[in-house]
């Protein structure tokens, strides 16, 4: 069973920075895109940042560049540093990945618990 762990959420002030991560854990044959997707209370989810397995990333426009999304091969592990944060970046970031857990098993797509960033102003 795929699980993905969030961390590093918290409380940080307008122009502070945090970084979150996000570890894998299960039988995992190939993980193909990780990416960090965040939610505001009363809004839709939304796609943050995604890196493919060969490093290339995408970006929400209104993050670009004050975050940077990473990801530790080896490790199975995602990360979203986050710099310059403003009030409206306040959400839960979802940590999301797409995988084949086995060979011969279609992709799919899992998700963490969340971790709630709060930025004040």
């Known amino acids: 069973q795929v699980q993905l762990v969030e961390s590093g959420g918290g409380l940080v002030q307008a122009g502070g920075s945090l970084r979150l991560s996000c570890a894998t854990s299960?039988?995992?044959?190939?993980?193909?895109?990780m990416g960090w997707y965040r939610q505001a209370p009363g809004k839709q989810r939304e796609l943050v940042a995604q890196?493919?397995?060969?490093?290339?990333?995408n970006y929400a426009d209104p993050v670009k560049g004050r975050f940077t999304i990473s990801r530790d091969n080896a490790k199975n592990t995602v990360y979203l540093e986050m710099n310059s944060l403003k009030p409206e970046d306040t959400a839960i970031y979802y940590c999301?990945?797409?995988?084949?857990?086995?060979?011969?098993?279609?992709?799919?797509?899992?998700w963490g618990q969340g971790t709630q960033v709060t930025v004040s102003s």
């Open positions: 999301n990945i797409e995988c084949r857990v086995t060979m011969w098993a279609g992709r799919t797509s899992y």
């Open positions: 890196i493919t397995s060969g490093g290339t990333t």
């Open positions: 299960g039988s995992i044959f190939s993980i193909y895109v």
